[in-house]
């Protein structure tokens, strides 16, 4: 599939951005620009997003990592710090762990892939949805499941929304102790896509990782304060 990207800056390292679910290259437009005279800077978007090809078949998550792989092997990029937003820790994880890659620093913000935790009532719907669901298979029901799933899900289409099942599924955490690069975790303790529980699980399991909370800030804290976010990068990186 062909992958659009923008390659900018001539350092000898190079800085990955990856972004978000439902986002595109131009997420981390401002971060690329400044880190531009320090490295090259490469900004993808990922399959079926942005200017990036539609996939007519479902993808998984190694489906999106191999893509970026392909891409950084046709670049001849193998020596790279990788900086994500939410979905792109996903692919960021897989990359670090499962591709022939030398990641010098990971930069996760938001990031999704750690199992969520469930309280009584949505464990309580998630059962409504299965029985419904098994009850329409029966052919003498035909229930309207469309009320369930995120306002992500409902947007898609057939071949989307199996894409974002295999996404939402996969479980990162067997992979995180297998990072070996310096991580730098950044969260706004206001996330309630990715709380502060999974801040702390990915810590807790990525053994050279540190933690940085915002006050204030949400699971787009990157773009709620770009200023502070880009200091904490720079500083991890020893720009500053």
Not at 129 to 137: D, E
Not at 173 to 192: A, E, P, S
Not at 205 to 223: D, R, Y
Request: glycine residues 6%; contains cysteine; aromatic residues 16%.
């Amino acid at each position: 599939m062909k992958i659009n990207y923008c390659l900018k800056g001539n350092g000898e390292e190079t800085v990955l951005f990856l972004h978000g679910w439902g986002a595109d290259l131009n997420s981390f437009f401002f971060y690329a620009e400044n880190l531009k005279g320090f490295y090259k800077t490469l900004s993808v978007d990922f399959c079926g997003f942005g200017k990036s090809e539609k996939p007519n078949y479902p993808l998984t998550v190694y489906n999106y990592a191999l893509e970026v792989y392909r891409l950084l092997k046709t670049l001849n990029i193998l020596n790279l710090t990788v900086v994500c937003h939410s979905f792109g820790a996903r692919v960021a994880v897989l990359l670090a762990t499962k591709f022939s890659l030398k990641i010098k620093n990971l930069i996760i913000i938001g990031g999704a892939g750690i199992k969520p935790r469930f309280n009584f009532f949505n464990k309580l719907k998630i059962c409504k949805y299965k029985l419904l669901k098994f009850l329409n298979k029966t052919k003498l029901f035909n229930f309207n499941l469309n009320k369930f799933g995120s306002a992500d899900y409902k947007n898609l289409n057939s071949i989307q929304k199996q894409t974002f099942i295999n996404v939402v599924n996969f479980n990162e955490k067997k992979y995180l102790k297998q990072i070996k690069c310096n991580t730098l975790l950044l969260w706004g303790k206001n996330d309630c896509a990715t709380p502060i529980y999974m801040a702390k699980t990915f810590n807790k399991q990525i053994k050279n990782s540190k933690l940085k909370v915002f006050k204030g800030l949400g699971h787009f804290c990157f773009l709620e304060n770009k200023q502070l976010v880009l200091f904490e990068i720079k500083n991890f990186l020893n720009v500053v």
